[in-house]
Each structure stands twice: as structure tokens, then as C-alpha cells.
């Protein structure tokens, strides 16, 4: 049913199917080759989560002189030897979620534009 299912969006939104899955894009070195959509929203999740965890405990990103090295110590060092989950669990004192990115997707544009001049 799933596989119907995702058959039946791709058609709707491309007018049919297409060769390689609709939520797939082609790798930059080989087209036959897809990265997966999952990976970038765990990653902008993973951003925003980031994000909120840097202002509630700086209150302020931008010229903030332990951002950096934050970053360097959590994620960055380890590279691949690591759980990509474990990493920003260990950082945000949370386990990954969608949280903090739906707050920010259910702000108004008024609200968001004042928060950002607020913030930034």
C-alpha cells in the first residue's frame, strides 16, 4: 500500500512517474545514485533543535564567540565515529525532534520577521 500510495503523489505531482522517487535527489558525483530527502530534514531538525538549544542557553547566535566552538566539540570531531542521533542528544540534552522546527513553521510571517530582527 505504501509503495501505491507513493506511486499515486508522484503522479499527482509530476504528471507520472518519474525514474528515479519522487522524494530522491541525484548525487552530485552519479545520477543512477540518490540521496534520500529523510536525511536532510533529520538534518534541518537536527539545525533548528541546534538552534534553540544555543539560544535558550546564549540567547544569541550571531557573533557569539562559543558557537564555533560548540559546533567543533559536538558535532564536527567525530566526524562519522559517531551516532549522528547520539551526537546532537549529548549537545541539546534532548532527543532529536521536529519540535523546535514546527514552533518556528507556526509563527506568523509578522511574528517571525520581528522575532528574527529581535534576534539577530
Known amino acids: 500500500r505504501i509503495q501505491a500510495l507513493a506511486d499515486e503523489i508522484e503522479k499527482e505531482i ?3 512517474l518519474g525514474p528515479r522517487p519522487l522524494l530522491s535527489v541525484p548525487h552530485i558525483i552519479s545520477d543512477e ?6 536525511a536532510y530534514v533529520l538534518a534541518e531538525m537536527c539545525v533548528h533543535q541546534t538552534r534553540a538549544f544555543v539560544m535558550e542557553r546564549d540567547g544569541f547566535i550571531v557573533d557569539n564567540p562559543k558557537v564555533g566552538p560548540t559546533l567543533t566539540k559536538a558535532y564536527w570531531e567525530h566526524g562519522n565515529a559517531r551516532p549522528f542521533l547520539d551526537l546532537v ?3 541539546t540534552g534532548k532527543e532529536l525532534s521536529g519540535a523546535a522546527w514546527v514552533a518556528e513553521l507556526s509563527q506568523s510571517v509578522e511574528d517571525r520577521l520581528a522575532n528574527e530582527k529581535k534576534d539577530y
Open 14 to 16: 509530476q504528471g507520472g
Open 33 to 38: 545514485a540518490s540521496c534520500y530527502y529523510h
Open 89 to 91: 542528544h549529548e549537545l
